[in-house]
């Protein structure tokens, strides 16, 4: 089991996240030529606000009253429920105008292994036909397992597999926003591979 960890630092502060999905909004609608039939999901915990806080940014540059946004909850489409069949289910909320024909862009904290947008895919094929889907992420640390790609990035973040990347935002932490990267955790000789590095949420991605 773990003994403890390296030190943590900031590779991210408030004002870095910030500007990171200042852009990201604005790559969305260059690439989509505007916010038409563009919908945001964030999957549960943080990227529902993220989500959230790109979308006020697009209508604020659009001039519209506001972008649909809301949450899509994978934990039933997940490949390890098997091994952690407790796991508290979310919410999924979906604007009023569906997502038939629309152009979907999935938002998540950090991409890593690429089971969890996966499982986000699965989940909004049982929802409704999107006319595309695209992926946002704050931060892609690498080591992909399956082929999957972000379209919007706000920082492309090497790490190493040992090594354990934060995601801390006000709506969810209580604290000013932040993205924090520990060193490799220091383990005793009976580590199992149940003992995988771990984002935010608690969960291999």
Do not use: C
Request: no cysteine; hydrophobic share 40%; net charge negative.
């Amino acid at each position: 089991m773990p003994m403890g960890t390296g030190a943590e630092r900031q590779v991210l502060s408030e004002s870095d996240i910030a500007r990171s999905l200042t852009r990201i909004a604005h790559e969305i609608l260059e690439r989509n030529h505007g916010s038409d039939d563009v919908v945001l999901l964030g999957i549960p915990t943080r990227g529902a606000p993220l989500a959230e806080r790109i979308a006020s940014r697009i209508a604020a540059t659009e001039g519209r009253p506001d972008i649909p946004a809301g949450a899509l909850d994978i934990t039933m489409y997940r490949d390890d429920l098997r091994g952690q069949p407790t796991r508290t289910l979310g919410r999924t909320t979906l604007p009023a105008s569906g997502i038939d024909g629309k152009v979907v862009v999935l938002v998540d904290d950090v991409l890593y292994s690429g089971r969890t947008i996966r499982a986000a895919l699965d989940a909004l094929n049982d929802l409704g036909r999107p006319a595309a889907v695209q992926l946002a992420v704050l931060v892609d640390r690498g080591h992909r397992e399956l082929p999957i790609r972000a379209d919007f990035v706000g920082k492309n973040l090497p790490t190493s597999r040992s090594e354990r990347v934060r995601v801390q935002l006000t709506e969810t932490d209580g604290a000013a926003d932040a993205v924090t990267i520990s060193d490799a955790v220091t383990v005793s000789d009976t580590v199992t591979t149940s003992d995988a590095p771990t984002t935010s949420d608690g969960e291999a991605r």
